[in-house]
């Protein structure tokens, strides 16, 4: 069973007449939420009836109800042990223990005295010798008239403290001198051309007669040809056959 506080019979406690106000909010150990419907201020404790947002309705203290500084209220017990309390603290007088506490705060009060404050100021001269630096810049022009050639210009240089600072000018020189005026190339190139001509070639042919024993070479009438060989300018007799 869930504890809940109590206070012993025969103690009486003040607690004061800043009671809360219906419609306040509640807040338990669960951070559960309520709505405080009524106050009971009978004897011999004020009562507070809570309505929770599931719709139970739970009886309290009025001493167990902490104020906040939203103006709502809070319980060190959750609705639940309450409600579940119920029954057993309709047979027992629950009168909650209370205790004062000391709390000491400071603050700033006005006294309406304070004191008044006059300053002065007052001048006076003093001599202050302090050796300050001081450049001064000698600009001289030194004449040299040397001719220099393109690329070997001389630039500025430091001789020491003196910074030089070299000036030119362009003068006109008259010369003559050897100019590539052209250059002629010369290629030889070959190429193949085809031409068509008409060439008359002689061809030579042989005719070889066989003479046989028994016939003649009238009689037989056969007469062999055997042309040249192709591409052969030149043809030689050949010999008869035996």
């Known amino acids: 069973m869930a504890h809940v506080p109590t206070m012993q019979a025969g103690v009486h406690a003040d607690y004061g007449r800043n009671l809360p106000s219906a419609g306040a909010q509640v807040s338990d150990a669960d951070r559960q939420r309520a709505q405080l ?7 011999p404790e004020p009562s507070a009836l809570l309505r929770t947002l599931d719709g139970k309705e739970i009886t309290v203290p009025v001493s167990l109800l902490q104020p906040q500084q939203d103006g709502s209220y809070s319980l060190s017990v959750a609705f639940d042990a309450l409600a579940g309390a119920g ?27 304070g004191v008044r404050v006059h300053k002065t100021v007052q001048e006076q001269e003093q001599i202050v010798d302090q050796p300050l630096l001081q450049d001064e810049l ?31 000018e362009e003068v006109l020189v008259v010369e003559k001198r050897l100019r590539l005026k ?7 190139r070959s190429r193949e051309v085809h031409t068509q001509q008409r060439v008359a070639l002689k061809s030579e042919q042989i005719a070889i007669e066989r003479f046989d024993d028994s016939l003649s070479a009238s009689s ?10 192709p591409g052969s300018a030149e043809s030689h007799p050949g010999k008869p056959a035996g």
């Open 37 to 43: 419907v009524s106050v009971n201020q009978a004897e």
């Open 87 to 113: 029954a057993a603290a309709q047979q027992q007088t629950v009168i909650p223990v209370t205790r004062e506490e000391l709390q000491v705060d400071k603050r700033s009060v006005g006294t309406d005295k």
């Open 138 to 168: 000698v600009v001289e022009h030194v004449p040299v008239g040397t001719m220099v050639d393109a690329g070997q210009q001389p630039t500025m240089r430091h001789e020491g403290d003196t910074l030089v600072v070299p000036v030119f």
């Open 182 to 188: 052209e250059e002629v190339r010369i290629t030889r």
């Open 220 to 229: 037989s009438g056969e007469t062999n040809r055997i042309a040249p060989s």
